[in-house]
């Protein structure tokens, strides 16, 4: 629908309808004000839905950051906060960051596919040292470590601390095959050629502004610890989640990659639903399969024509099976097309309900009068008129013709009023006015919104962990070693009635058969001696001493 049509009004009945089956949405929009972010929390809050609500607010109205800066003055984040790289496998991260560039042509093509495997052998390296537990991933991390003398000490940290040699072969062979550049002279920058820091640059810099523009104007939003949102949750757990992309303060190829980034990683997160098991037991093949929700979770997208991602259309032909309803919008179809490169009709083939409400744009018109159609309509031929005495009258003809007409034209479209709209579905037509919610129902006048915003708790390092309880590297070494186990030493206390009786035994047995016997006897005697009296006595209070836990289990 065109601009006034009534889509945003139309989207808040959509939600309603989610909130109603107790299931989660995530709404985006490519050309969002603050008004949405207040009407979908006010809902939120109206359905007892307020701790699920998230919002990744790139609106920035403006402002000028460095003036808060210099006159020393916080202000609260207004939004929350997503690390798009913290705990994603390196498949997800490639995909994600190779999302951040153009789409490009010719030589430029072949420049990318360079950058794309430059990339690629950095985000390898970076998430096997991840693994390790030695580093927390951000987009910040990836551009500190983007410079090719970073990615040649990160070679020869993966060298020196032993690596398995796929968490650093990627990027030995990536430094082995860039142009003036020795694996042998990797940790001696003076003496690599001149061309191997052009070549590497050359690649960098085509990430450099994408990074950039979330490192510095969307700090907030793309941080460097953990982040507030994993799409994983947001999906699973029924939250609710809306994405307002600013496309009047951005160019329209900055908005579209930003766009791309979320899209992107609402594709992978969904992915990983498909499973990749096959042996096993019906209940573990089928684990993602498991949930068998009655309702759907909503996927909408608004204005999608600002940042449609390539992949699109597989998205919408995959996403029912995986309990997912999309709804793709845009004013019209030439907007919608501008960045779709030829997947467009493939969207629009996948969607089986569309919804035209009033549209201008004769192209998009067409696709609604492709999808229903014609139908045959009956024809009045004509009139006949009658002359009496003092006046003449007018009466229908007695034929009829039978013409096939189309099911809806651009005129009627025209002319419907906001929430009104043309639904095809199958074979049916359905004219509807749309589900709408007044100001004061959908505002909260009484409650201030606020954001969940959370507290960060990182794993420690193993280096931090071992200074506060040293008693976890020894159990760490027993584990891994048995045969460095030492048990505490055996402490008999004289005032155990039970210990004692033992040392008697012992005492009076050895006087009387010492000399007697041979020490292999002696020996046999005194561990039958020892098991005799070990079977009735509760040996682990009598033998051992053991000290206070000092990080005794904690009690749910």
């Known amino acids: 629908g065109t601009t006034g049509s009534g889509k945003t009004e139309t989207f808040y009945g959509f939600i309603v309808n989610f909130l109603l089956w107790c299931r989660g949405y995530c709404l985006s929009d490519g050309k969002a004000d603050n008004k949405l972010a207040f009407a979908t929390w006010s809902l939120a809050r109206r359905f007892g839905r307020e701790d699920d609500y998230y919002v990744l607010n790139l609106l920035t109205g403006s402002i000028d950051r460095f003036v808060n800066l210099v006159k020393q003055e916080s202000i609260p984040a207004q939004s929350n906060s997503v690390n798009l790289f913290s705990v994603a496998p390196p498949t997800f991260i490639i995909q994600l960051m190779e999302s951040m560039l153009p789409q490009v042509g010719g030589d430029s093509a072949q420049w990318q596919d360079t950058a794309k495997a430059m990339m690629s052998a950095l985000i390898n390296a970076l998430c096997y040292k991840r693994a390790r537990g030695e580093l927390l991933l951000s987009q910040r991390t990836i551009q500190k470590n983007m410079s090719l003398p970073a990615m040649a000490a990160l070679y020869v940290e993966a060298k020196k601390n032993g690596w398995h040699s796929e968490g650093y072969a990627a990027l030995e062979s990536y430094l082995e095959n860039t142009p003036g550049f020795l694996l042998a002279n990797a940790e001696y920058p003076e003496t690599w050629e001149a061309r191997a820091f052009e070549q590497h640059n050359y690649m960098s810099r085509q990430f450099l502004k994408t990074l950039s523009l979330f490192n510095e104007t969307y700090g907030h939003v793309f941080p460097e610890d953990s982040g507030d949102i994993r799409m994983d949750d947001i999906f699973h757990n029924d939250r609710i989640l809306i994405v307002m992309i600013p ?310």
């Not at 709804?327 to 179809?333: G, Y």
């Not at 089986?352 to 159609?373: M, P, Q």
């Open 247 to 556: 496309s009047l303060e951005l160019s329209r190829g900055e908005a579209a990659t930003l766009g791309r980034l979320y899209v992107t990683l609402q594709r992978m997160t969904i992915s990983k639903d498909l499973g990749y098991q096959l042996e096993g037991k019906k209940e573990e093949v089928l684990l993602t399969h498991a949930l068998n929700n009655q309702a759907p979770y909503g996927l909408i997208y608004d204005e999608l024509g600002q940042y449609f991602t390539s992949g699109m259309d597989t998205l919408s032909a995959q996403m029912r099976s995986l309990e997912k309803m999309g709804v793709f919008s845009s004013q019209d179809h030439p907007s919608l097309a501008r960045g779709a490169n030829g997947e467009v009709d493939s969207l629009i083939a996948n969607t089986r309900v569309k919804y035209f409400e009033s549209i201008e744009d004769r192209k998009t018109f067409e696709i609604l009068r492709e999808t229903v159609g014609q139908d045959y309509y009956s024809e009045l031929s004509g009139q006949e008129a009658e002359h009496g005495t003092f006046s003449k009258t007018v009466r229908e003809g007695d034929l009829y013709q039978i013409r096939e007409k189309d099911r809806v034209n651009i005129r009627e479209l025209r002319k419907q009023t906001e929430g009104q709209g043309v639904i095809s579905f199958q074979d049916a037509l359905v004219r509807s006015a749309a589900f709408y919610i007044p100001d004061n129902e959908k505002f909260s006048s009484e409650l201030p919104m606020r954001i969940n915003r959370f507290i960060e708790v990182l794993p420690p390092s193993p280096a931090t962990l071992y200074s506060i309880y040293p008693e976890r590297k020894d159990d760490e070494l027993a584990e891994t070693n048995p045969d460095a186990m030492h048990f505490p030493p055996i402490k008999l206390f004289g005032y155990d009635k039970a210990a004692n009786s033992l040392l008697e035994k012992i005492e009076v047995f050895y006087e009387l058969q010492c000399g007697a016997i041979s020490p292999e006897e002696m020996s046999v005697c005194l561990f039958e001696l020892f098991a005799e009296w070990l079977d009735g006595t509760e040996t682990d209070d009598v033998l051992y001493h053991q000290e206070d836990d000092l990080f005794p289990m904690i009690e749910m």
